[in-house]
């Protein structure tokens, strides 16, 4: 419903869309912004969220947008296609609340946003070599890619062990009761 | 006489009282006033989010008792309660209680924190601090009973919580919450009617609804300007739906007002934890879920009332047992939005209780 508004309203804006979210031009993300945003049948009033995935070959920038007032929340993306030097428009004209946010893309993932009014790291300092969120940061040496591809305590042939089937101790007892014991034996207010 | 200066650069923090944590603000005075302000932080950043890509969805939940370290179990439930939304596990109806209890617990002993630390910024110094932390301590120690942690609880699971509490809990809870009523009006009569707070605290900082909402404001610091928005009622998550309560609102949006709706807010939240108590039903506090959970590859952006706003977690799968993309939305971080505009123009004590009314949590702000 938000996709065949925003493309009837903006043509050429909506690139994709699916149940969850509507992708849009990279270049009118903040052409789409100010139209949800201003519009009465969408009223997205603020941006909840904003932050961004490394694909490898490309990065999404994901905006969760809010509408207080109607009480939905409307999922935007914008695929930046230039993994070297990805460049988007920034949301700061038509919410704030994008400020630090987008800083914080900037500083984790290296997507620079135009017409940002103070964009500088902010929680690493100037400097720092590279962008860590990003899946290649020079920070991944000897081959290392990131991700857990299985879990090392789980056991291959019974991949659907329970969880709570191990946590058992060798008289039988549950770690749960034993706790509770230990409580029992102690004096109120233990323990600072 | 007129007396002339050259404006000046006045460096606070990050090792500072008033800062609340490792946040350091620098400042350009003019005499009395503010001229310009930024904010630095960053000093506590443990790349969280890329660790968290290393590690399975259970593995991350003592992360983020370390993000909210002052509301540990908000964060632990966030986390939880996004996963189960992605994998459709279930939790069972004993545990959905009590994690509405211990996330209302938590919230009484982070508001006491906010508040109290509040007020010593704007001068009364440490004795109505520590009248906050009496509450907060037996709030701690009925979690030190139950999980045998007191500040990084790591008590939420997916599918549950760890622990039953134990037999001597309830008694403690029902004790806390029958004197709960007396201490707030005590807070009331202390505070209230101090001339010196309310001059401290009234017209400072005034955020108004439209730059709040605008500037992503939640928790406090959005509906101390009035707007009443509060995820518990906007879309209930656990059984909160089941429970009677209010959502209390500022109307000026100043200092006074978001230090009001935390007041407000505790008493809220008394009435939750006696409903709580009343209708919860017996049955197993944990469903049975397999060692790794491998979700289908896709993407969930779940988010929890917490003390200081929405903690949201957007989390991307593919399908491995670590999330390939894991951001923790911080309310803390996002309200400091307007500080710069709230800060400049404004004298310098006025500048601090303004940072204190938003009640930061350096832990959450650099992750």
């Not at chain 1, 591809?149 to 946590?167: C, Q």
């Not at chain 2, 650069?9 to 350091?24: A, D, E, K």
């Not at chain 2, 709040?212 to 209930?236: F, Y």
Request: proline residues 7%; charged residues 25%; hydrophobic residues 40%.
């Amino acid at each position: 419903m938000v996709a065949q508004a925003l493309g009837a309203a903006l043509p050429g804006v909506v690139t994709a869309s699916n149940d969850e979210w509507v992708e849009v031009a990279p270049d009118r993300v903040e052409d789409a912004l100010r139209w949800l945003h201003d519009s009465d049948q969408f009223d997205a009033a603020q941006l909840s969220n904003l932050t961004a995935v490394d694909r490898y070959d490309r990065f999404e920038v994901v905006y969760h947008l809010q509408s207080l007032d109607l009480n939905h929340q409307i999922a935007l993306k914008a695929i930046v296609t230039d993994h070297e030097d990805p460049v988007l428009p920034s949301a700061y004209p038509v919410y704030k609340g994008a400020l630090l946010q987008e800083r914080e893309v900037f500083d984790l993932m290296g997507i620079r946003f135009a017409n940002h009014p103070d964009l500088r790291r902010i929680l690493l300092w100037e400097g720092f070599p590279g962008h860590p969120l990003r899946k290649d940061w020079m920070g991944m040496v000897g081959g290392h890619t990131s991700g857990l591809r299985g879990f090392p305590f789980e056991n291959k042939e019974a991949p659907d062990r329970i969880m709570n089937a191990g946590n058992l101790v060798e008289h039988g007892e549950s770690l749960s009761a034993q706790t509770r014991r230990n409580v029992e034996g102690a004096q109120p207010g233990q323990g600072h | 006489m007129t007396t002339s200066a050259e404006p000046f650069v006045l460096n606070i923090g990050p090792q500072h009282p008033s800062t609340h944590g490792v946040f350091r603000l620098r400042v350009v005075m003019d005499g009395e006033i503010i001229r310009d302000l930024d904010m630095i932080v960053g000093y506590l950043h443990r790349s969280m989010e890329k660790l968290a890509e290393e590690r399975t969805y259970t593995q991350n939940i003592p992360f983020t008792d370390r993000a909210d370290y002052l509301a540990a179990m908000t964060g632990n439930l966030g986390l939880a309660i996004a996963v189960e939304r992605m994998t459709g596990v279930e939790a069972p109806d004993r545990a959905e209680y009590l994690r509405v209890i211990f996330a209302e617990l938590q919230r009484i002993a982070s508001h006491a924190m906010a508040n109290g630390t509040l007020i010593s910024d704007a001068g009364a110094w440490q004795t109505p601090l520590l009248y906050m932390f009496r509450e907060r301590e037996k709030i701690l120690d009925l979690f030190e009973m139950t999980c045998g942690a007191r500040l990084t609880t790591n008590y939420m699971r997916i599918g549950g919580v760890s622990f039953e509490p134990p037999a001597e809990f309830w008694p403690a809870l029902q004790e806390l919450m029958d004197e709960m009523p007396e201490r707030t009006d005590e807070y009331a009569s202390l505070l209230l009617d101090n001339e010196i707070f309310l001059a401290r605290t009234r017209n400072v900082g005034i955020i108004t609804p439209e730059d709040a909402i605008n500037g992503s404001l939640s928790g406090p610091a959005l509906r101390g300007s009035g707007v009443p928005w509060d995820l518990r009622k906007a879309e209930p998550y656990c059984v909160y739906d089941r429970f009677d309560f209010d959502v209390p609102v500022g109307t000026v949006g100043d200092v006074y007002d978001r230090f009001m709706v935390r007041m407000e807010e505790v008493k809220q939240s008394v009435r939750i934890i006696k409903q709580a108590v009343e209708q919860i039903p017996p049955g197993p506090h944990k469903n049975d879920i397999p060692l790794a959970l491998r979700p289908e590859p896709g993407e969930i952006y779940s988010r929890v009332e917490s003390p200081r706003g929405e903690i949201g977690f957007y989390l991307v799968s593919d399908g491995t047992p670590a999330p390939y993309r894991f951001h923790l939305r911080s309310p803390a971080l996002i309200n400091l939005t307007l500080l710069r505009e709230l800060g400049v123009g404004s004298s310098l004590p006025d500048a601090v209780v303004t940072l204190g009314s938003i009640d930061i949590v350096l832990g959450e702000i650099d992750r």
